[in-house]
Protein backbone atom coordinates (compact mmCIF):
# COMPACT_ATOMS: atom_id res chain seq x y z
CA UNK A 1 0.00 0.00 0.00
CA UNK A 2 2.58 2.51 0.56
CA UNK A 3 5.51 0.90 -1.57
CA UNK A 4 5.94 5.20 -3.37
CA UNK A 5 7.10 5.10 0.35
CA UNK A 6 9.27 2.63 0.63
CA UNK A 7 12.68 4.63 1.32
CA UNK A 8 11.14 6.28 4.31
CA UNK A 9 10.43 4.56 7.57
CA UNK A 10 7.15 4.27 8.56
CA UNK A 11 6.38 5.31 12.42
CA UNK A 12 2.26 5.64 12.76
CA UNK A 13 -0.66 5.19 10.80
CA UNK A 14 -3.82 6.15 11.96
CA UNK A 15 -7.38 7.12 10.97
CA UNK A 16 -8.00 11.15 11.57
CA UNK A 17 -12.21 11.79 10.56
CA UNK A 18 -11.55 9.73 7.62
CA UNK A 19 -8.04 10.85 6.55
CA UNK A 20 -5.68 8.35 6.64
CA UNK A 21 -2.69 10.13 8.15
CA UNK A 22 0.95 8.28 7.80
CA UNK A 23 4.22 9.46 10.60
CA UNK A 24 7.12 8.97 8.42
CA UNK A 25 10.85 9.79 9.03
CA UNK A 26 14.01 9.32 6.31
CA UNK A 27 16.15 6.03 7.26
CA UNK A 28 18.86 7.64 9.08
CA UNK A 29 21.33 7.28 6.13
CA UNK A 30 24.43 9.13 4.91
CA UNK A 31 23.91 11.65 2.40
CA UNK A 32 26.52 13.64 0.05
CA UNK A 33 26.78 16.94 0.68
CA UNK A 34 25.07 18.90 -2.48
CA UNK A 35 27.93 21.07 -2.88
CA UNK A 36 30.94 19.23 -2.02
CA UNK A 37 29.75 15.61 -2.13
CA UNK A 38 31.23 14.65 1.09
CA UNK A 39 29.54 12.27 2.94
CA UNK A 40 27.71 13.26 6.51
CA UNK A 41 25.52 11.83 8.69
CA UNK A 42 25.84 14.69 11.29
CA UNK A 43 22.53 15.67 11.95
CA UNK A 44 21.71 19.41 12.47
CA UNK A 45 18.27 19.75 13.30
CA UNK A 46 14.84 18.27 12.03
CA UNK A 47 11.85 20.01 10.02
CA UNK A 48 8.59 18.14 8.95
CA UNK A 49 6.91 17.85 5.61
CA UNK A 50 3.04 17.30 5.11
CA UNK A 51 2.40 16.31 1.62
CA UNK A 52 -0.72 14.23 0.21
CA UNK A 53 -0.45 10.70 -1.18
CA UNK A 54 -2.19 8.40 -3.57
CA UNK A 55 -5.62 7.60 -1.76
CA UNK A 56 -6.13 4.36 -0.35
CA UNK A 57 -9.45 2.48 -0.53
CA UNK A 58 -10.95 5.64 -1.29
CA UNK A 59 -9.79 7.65 1.18
CA UNK A 60 -7.40 10.76 1.34
CA UNK A 61 -3.69 9.62 2.64
CA UNK A 62 -1.73 12.78 4.04
CA UNK A 63 2.19 11.99 5.19
CA UNK A 64 4.18 13.92 7.62
CA UNK A 65 7.55 13.24 6.79
CA UNK A 66 10.52 14.06 9.43
CA UNK A 67 12.97 15.20 7.55
CA UNK A 68 16.76 15.88 8.59
CA UNK A 69 18.67 19.00 7.91
CA UNK A 70 22.73 17.73 7.84
CA UNK A 71 25.76 19.47 8.66
CA UNK A 72 28.47 19.22 5.65
CA UNK A 73 31.78 17.97 7.73
CA UNK A 74 33.99 19.88 5.40
CA UNK A 75 35.16 22.75 7.11
CA UNK A 76 35.63 25.17 4.19
CA UNK A 77 32.64 23.87 2.15
CA UNK A 78 30.56 27.03 1.24
CA UNK A 79 27.18 25.01 2.57
CA UNK A 80 27.56 24.50 6.57
CA UNK A 81 23.88 23.16 6.65
CA UNK A 82 21.62 21.28 4.07
CA UNK A 83 18.14 19.58 3.80
CA UNK A 84 17.93 15.73 2.97
CA UNK A 85 16.23 15.62 -0.53
CA UNK A 86 13.76 12.45 -0.57
CA UNK A 87 13.91 12.00 -3.97
CA UNK A 88 10.65 10.14 -5.46
CA UNK A 89 8.56 10.87 -2.43
CA UNK A 90 9.13 14.50 -1.98
CA UNK A 91 10.05 16.91 -4.25
CA UNK A 92 11.37 20.60 -3.45
CA UNK A 93 7.98 22.64 -2.88
CA UNK A 94 5.78 19.87 -3.36
CA UNK A 95 2.59 19.64 -1.68
CA UNK A 96 2.26 15.75 -2.87
CA UNK A 97 4.49 13.05 -2.98
CA UNK A 98 5.63 12.54 -6.46
CA UNK A 99 3.66 9.70 -7.60
CA UNK A 100 0.27 11.28 -6.88
CA UNK A 101 1.84 14.65 -8.67
CA UNK A 102 2.47 12.55 -11.26
CA UNK A 103 -1.23 10.60 -11.21
CA UNK A 104 -2.77 14.23 -10.64
CA UNK A 105 -0.79 15.62 -13.58
CA UNK A 106 -1.40 12.42 -16.20
CA UNK A 107 -5.27 13.14 -15.52
CA UNK A 108 -5.24 17.05 -16.03
CA UNK A 109 -3.04 15.81 -19.12
CA UNK A 110 -5.53 13.39 -20.88
CA UNK A 111 -8.85 15.69 -19.61
CA UNK A 112 -8.36 19.37 -19.08
CA UNK A 113 -10.39 20.89 -16.77
CA UNK A 114 -13.63 19.95 -14.58
CA UNK A 115 -13.21 16.92 -16.58
CA UNK A 116 -9.99 16.07 -14.68
CA UNK A 117 -11.33 17.64 -12.10
CA UNK A 118 -13.84 15.10 -10.93
CA UNK A 119 -12.69 12.28 -12.06
CA UNK A 120 -9.50 13.09 -9.18
CA UNK A 121 -12.41 14.07 -6.65
CA UNK A 122 -14.33 10.54 -7.42
CA UNK A 123 -10.39 8.68 -7.06
CA UNK A 124 -10.37 11.01 -3.58
CA UNK A 125 -8.16 13.03 -4.53
CA UNK A 126 -9.93 16.55 -4.11
CA UNK A 127 -7.94 18.83 -6.24
CA UNK A 128 -9.57 21.91 -8.04
CA UNK A 129 -9.30 23.13 -11.58
CA UNK A 130 -7.10 25.26 -10.99
CA UNK A 131 -5.01 23.19 -8.55
CA UNK A 132 -4.62 20.10 -11.37
CA UNK A 133 -3.40 22.87 -14.12
CA UNK A 134 -0.60 24.16 -11.45
CA UNK A 135 -0.08 20.23 -10.46
CA UNK A 136 0.39 19.73 -14.80
CA UNK A 137 2.70 22.89 -14.53
CA UNK A 138 5.21 21.23 -12.27
CA UNK A 139 5.35 17.65 -13.20
CA UNK A 140 8.76 17.07 -13.27
CA UNK A 141 10.29 17.23 -16.81
CA UNK A 142 13.42 15.28 -18.26
CA UNK A 143 16.93 16.93 -17.68
CA UNK A 144 16.08 19.90 -19.47
CA UNK A 145 18.76 20.10 -22.33
CA UNK A 146 19.47 23.88 -23.91
CA UNK A 147 18.56 23.86 -27.79
CA UNK A 148 20.34 25.78 -30.02
CA UNK A 149 17.29 26.94 -31.75
CA UNK A 150 14.57 27.96 -29.14
CA UNK A 151 10.77 28.48 -29.71
CA UNK A 152 9.06 30.18 -27.22
CA UNK A 153 4.67 30.63 -27.24
CA UNK A 154 2.10 31.54 -24.98
CA UNK A 155 -1.00 29.24 -24.26
CA UNK A 156 -3.87 30.31 -21.61
CA UNK A 157 -4.72 27.80 -18.78
CA UNK A 158 -7.96 29.62 -18.33
CA UNK A 159 -9.88 31.30 -21.10
CA UNK A 160 -8.13 34.92 -21.18
CA UNK A 161 -6.74 34.85 -17.58
CA UNK A 162 -3.81 32.94 -16.36
CA UNK A 163 -0.92 31.97 -18.95
CA UNK A 164 2.08 29.55 -19.20
CA UNK A 165 4.93 29.93 -21.61
CA UNK A 166 6.02 26.70 -23.39
CA UNK A 167 9.71 26.52 -24.40
CA UNK A 168 10.45 24.45 -27.78
CA UNK A 169 13.38 23.19 -29.52
CA UNK A 170 12.68 24.35 -32.59
CA UNK A 171 14.63 22.13 -34.51
CA UNK A 172 13.51 18.55 -33.05
CA UNK A 173 10.04 19.81 -31.79
CA UNK A 174 10.07 18.44 -28.77
CA UNK A 175 9.09 20.24 -25.59
CA UNK A 176 11.98 21.96 -23.37
CA UNK A 177 10.32 23.10 -20.54
CA UNK A 178 7.32 24.95 -18.90
CA UNK A 179 6.77 28.12 -17.15
CA UNK A 180 3.96 29.45 -15.10
CA UNK A 181 3.46 33.19 -16.43
CA UNK A 182 4.52 34.82 -19.41
CA UNK A 183 6.21 38.17 -18.23
CA UNK A 184 9.48 39.49 -19.08
CA UNK A 185 11.20 38.31 -15.74
CA UNK A 186 9.71 34.43 -16.06
CA UNK A 187 11.62 33.68 -19.58
CA UNK A 188 14.43 36.27 -18.85
CA UNK A 189 15.11 33.86 -15.75
CA UNK A 190 15.08 30.85 -17.55
CA UNK A 191 17.27 32.15 -20.25
CA UNK A 192 19.91 33.34 -17.74
CA UNK A 193 19.99 29.84 -16.38
CA UNK A 194 20.19 28.07 -19.40
CA UNK A 195 22.86 29.36 -21.46
CA UNK A 196 23.56 28.09 -25.26
CA UNK A 197 20.14 29.21 -27.23
CA UNK A 198 21.94 31.11 -30.03
CA UNK A 199 18.49 32.12 -32.00
CA UNK A 200 14.90 32.08 -30.53
CA UNK A 201 11.54 32.12 -32.51
CA UNK A 202 9.35 33.99 -30.63
CA UNK A 203 5.14 34.19 -31.25
CA UNK A 204 2.61 35.74 -28.95
CA UNK A 205 3.87 38.22 -26.43
CA UNK A 206 5.88 40.98 -26.75
CA UNK A 207 7.39 40.40 -23.56
CA UNK A 208 9.54 37.86 -25.05
CA UNK A 209 11.40 39.99 -27.58
CA UNK A 210 12.06 42.37 -24.39
CA UNK A 211 13.59 38.89 -22.57
CA UNK A 212 15.87 37.93 -25.08
CA UNK A 213 16.99 41.65 -25.19
CA UNK A 214 17.75 41.17 -21.87
CA UNK A 215 19.45 37.91 -21.40
CA UNK A 216 20.35 36.94 -24.85
CA UNK A 217 22.00 40.16 -26.34
CA UNK A 218 23.85 38.24 -29.10
CA UNK A 219 20.83 36.03 -30.01
CA UNK A 220 19.01 36.10 -33.45
ZN1 LIG B 1 30.09 20.30 1.75
Redesign the pocket.
Known amino acids: MFSGLSSLVIEDVTDQDGVIVVRARTAGQMVP ?1 P ?4 GTGQVHGYYGRTVADVPADGRQVVVHVRVRRMR ?3 LD ?1 P ?1 QTFREQVPGVLDRYQRRTTRLAGQAGEVARRLAGRAGAGLLAALGVPLSRHTAMRVLLRLPLPEVSVPRVLGVDDFALRRGHVYATVLIDAETGGRVDVLAGRTVEVVEAWLRGHPGVEVVCRDGSGAYGEAVRRALPGAV
Do not use: L, Q
Not at 35 to 38: N, P
Open positions: CRCGACPVCV
